[in-house]
Nanobody, 115 residues
């Protein structure tokens, strides 16, 4: 059983920073990828950033240089530091774990960036 709980989403203004956190619990494979996805109204869910068990990171082009994904093993969290936010970053952000060929998702946290 895997549980993912996101937190940190809120309304911010253009240019501000925000840090999302995903607390995870359950049984995890040694070989897994954890990450963040987002879904804006009327659009498909898209990858934001991922972090593999070997510490390889992958970012969407739209967030490179602005967002940073990290893991805190002591706190069991996957964090997403988002800087220089733009209105187009507005979306529901979802935490994800992919392991054993299965994807697990959190409930999401809303991020709204006002112009």
């Amino acid at each position: 059983q895997v549980q993912l709980v996101e937190s940190g989403g809120r309304l911010v203004q253009t240019g501000e920073s925000l840090r999302l956190s995903c607390t995870y619990s359950g049984t995890f494979a040694a070989d897994r990828t954890m990450g963040w996805y987002r879904q804006a109204p009327g659009k498909q869910r898209e990858l934001v950033a991922t972090l593999s068990s070997s510490a390889t990171t992958n970012y969407a082009d739209s967030v490179k240089g602005r967002f940073t994904i990290s893991r805190d093993n002591a706190k069991n969290t996957i964090d997403l530091q988002m800087n220089r936010l733009k209105p187009e970053d507005t979306a529901v952000y979802y935490c994800n774990v992919n392991q054993w060929g299965v994807s697990f998702w959190g409930q999401g946290t809303q991020v709204t960036v006002s112009s």
